[in-house]
């Protein structure tokens, strides 16, 4: 749960926020001020008055959805399918959520629709909203006209509220949210949330190693260095990679590693030998080439060189993850 800390309501403490929910009340304080003239009419008893106000809230809370839900359609944001396809402000700074200008349209479309059918149409929306208080007006308690002008004034109010509650919701929280699910359930993203969870001891370990290898001169803090030729490419073999800074834990880094072939009539293929930094579980780790292309993940608290070799040994590879690998993070040393 703590990784839904971060998406608490961006509204909260906003004054548009506090407006919308003066609004509310107010809203609610009407329904009660409404029905209070069933306690001193002589004719009503105070059951009455609480079934009054109980009706009066329930077609609040109903037109208060009904707006909410219509202002979340609005707003709801875009999931690009395709990110290559985005602008460039938006692939760099590689989001997949767009906001959503389904308001602007429907305003648009809704500016030429009015003026088009004012002539006809708008005169007959008071009385239509007439004819819905009328039906409604028995939840006030009253029967004349102000039960009428009471249950048109729950009919426009609360949807409007409704609409503003949802479309701010679903434009400022609701992406946050999506974001966040979307983080939460990448492959590499659960593989450090587990790493961090799960072998927090050995974590915490590996890097007092690692920063120990580092600092005293008298050890080799980067053994493979230099092992295996000092080469990214070599006989038709190319090693490139990526390092990808956990969103969980600032100090831990994903290291993805692809081997694969320059020459398309030499395809690499059998198993590939990686040899990482001692501290790494697992130093020596061997995968299968896969339609041309060997691929390791790992996770490390910074860089070192790691060495390859394929095509039965015959080939040497060798990757310095600090220097050989392009847009580092920052932290990453």
Not at 247 to 256: E, K, V
Request: hydrophobic residues 40%.
């Amino acid at each position: 749960m703590e990784d839904f800390k971060s998406t608490a309501n961006p509204l909260k403490g906003d004054p548009v926020w506090n407006v919308l929910l003066i609004m509310l009340y107010s809203g609610v304080l009407f329904i009660l001020l409404s029905c209070f003239h069933l306690i001193f009419d002589g004719e009503h008893k105070w059951n009455d008055y609480w079934t009054a106000i109980g009706t009066c809230l329930l077609l609040a809370g109903g037109c208060f959805s009904g707006g909410a839900f219509i202002g979340f359609m609005f707003g709801i944001p875009r999931v690009l399918s395709n990110p290559t396809s985005a602008p460039d402000d938006i692939k760099n700074n590689s989001k997949t959520i767009m906001q959503n200008d389904n308001l602007v349209q429907i305003s648009d479309w809704l500016t030429k629709i009015i003026v088009g059918v004012s002539l006809t149409q708008l005169t007959n929306i008071p009385h239509f909203l007439h004819h819905l208080g009328e039906k409604f007006a028995v939840s006030t308690g009253a029967y004349e006209n102000k039960g009428v002008n009471t249950a048109i004034i729950l009919l426009v109010y609360f949807p409007i509220i409704g609409f503003f509650f949802g479309y701010l919701w679903s434009r400022l929280f609701f992406p946050k949210m999506l974001a966040d699910m979307d983080k939460m359930l990448n492959p590499q993203e659960l593989e450090l949330r587990a790493f961090s969870n799960t072998f927090l001891p050995q974590k915490e370990a590996m890097k007092v190693e690692m920063q120990a290898s580092i600092a005293d001169p008298g050890k080799n803090a980067d053994p493979q260095k230099g092992q295996w030729g000092g080469k990214t490419s070599s006989n038709n073999r190319q090693v490139t990679g990526t390092v990808v800074q956990s969103s969980t834990d600032t100090d831990l880094f994903t290291i993805s590693l692809q081997v694969f072939s320059t020459n398309d009539n030499l395809p690499l293929s059998g198993n590939v030998i990686f040899h990482l930094h001692p501290s790494i579980p697992q130093p020596e780790r061997t995968v299968m080439a896969d339609k041309g292309v060997a691929a390791i993940s790992f996770l490390a608290f910074g860089p070192f060189t790691v060495g390859i070799e394929c095509d039965d040994k015959a080939t040497k590879l060798e990757i310095d993850l600090g220097k050989d690998i392009k847009d580092l993070p920052p932290n990453f040393k």
